[in-house]
């Protein structure tokens, strides 16, 4: 697999080095009231795509960091959760056995259904 990648690398290098050398004629760029001097087009073109590059990149790492503020408040809603239904599990089985104790039968909200299955 790593051969492969390499091909791949050295057909991209290869491509890119046959438009810088079919692509050397000399541009101005103005923008505004500013005005470039003679460069290659090949260098409009590498500067166009480098700006392209870090735009997408100052985009992404946004969107990253939002989405672990967001994943890091989830997980925190997801223990303040599991730790209130430890507790409500806890606070019900401990009731359950209280009542027993004290009336010595099941509790009274069990159904019709579940006292017969019981006797």
Known sequence: MWILRWVFIGVV????????????????????????GEIPIYWVV???????????FLIAAY??????VQLRRCQ??????TDELDRLRTVSLEEEINMEDEEGQPP????????EGES
């Open 13 to 36: 290098f290869l491509a890119v080095l046959g438009f810088s050398l079919q692509n050397t004629s000399a541009v101005q760029i103005k923008i505004l009231s500013w005005q470039s």
């Open 46 to 56: 590498y500067a166009a795509f480098a700006a392209g590059m870090g735009v997408f």
């Open 63 to 68: 969107h990253h960091i939002r989405y672990r």
């Open 76 to 81: 925190q809603k997801i223990k303040q959760l």
């Open 108 to 115: 009274a909200d069990l159904g019709e259904s579940e006292r």
